[in-house]
Nanobody, 134 residues
C-alpha cells in the first residue's frame, strides 16, 4: 500500500523559509514523478513543482527562483525548500506521486482535496498548512 506523508508546514513571516519533507513508501520510483501541489484560499489547486527519477525538475512561474525541489531516493523522500516566502504562498501544500504529475484536470474543479481522493490522480498526502504573515 502506497503511503505519502508530508510535514514541515507552519507559520512564518514574509521573507522567511521553510522546508517540507515528504516520504513516499510502497511506491515504485522508477520513471515516476514526485511533486507538490498547493491550494491557496480562494484559488485553484496549483502544481508548483515536480522532480523525476533522474532529477529533472519543473517549477511554476509563481515559485521559480524561490523554491527548490530535491530528492533522496535512498530515503524515498522528496523535499521542497521554500525561500523568500510571501503572504500569497499561504496555502495547503500537498505532496503527490504518479507516473506523470500534471496540472489538475478540469473535472476536479480546481480542488486539490478532491483530486487527492481519486486514485486516477496518483497518490497524495493529507496536506500540510503553510501560513506566511506580512
Amino acid at each position: 500500500q502506497v503511503q505519502v506523508d508530508e510535514s514541515g508546514g507552519g507559520s512564518v513571516q514574509a521573507g522567511g523559509s521553510l522546508r517540507l519533507p515528504c516520504t513516499v513508501s510502497g511506491f515504485s520510483r522508477d520513471d515516476s514523478d514526485l511533486g507538490w501541489y498547493r491550494q491557496a484560499p480562494g484559488h485553484e489547486c496549483e502544481l508548483i513543482s515536480t522532480i523525476s527519477r533522474d532529477g529533472t525538475t519543473y517549477y511554476s512561474n509563481s515559485v521559480e527562483d524561490r523554491f527548490t525541489i530535491s530528492q533522496d531516493n535512498a530515503k524515498h523522500t522528496v523535499y521542497l525548500r521554500m525561500n523568500s516566502l510571501k503572504p500569497e504562498d499561504t496555502a495547503v501544500y500537498y505532496c503527490a506521486a504518479n507516473l506523470i504529475l500534471r496540472t489538475l484536470a478540469p473535472w476536479y474543479g480546481g480542488d486539490c482535496a478532491r483530486a487527492a481522493r481519486d486514485p486516477e490522480s496518483g497518490y497524495w498526502g493529507q496536506g500540510t498548512q503553510v501560513t506566511v504573515s506580512s
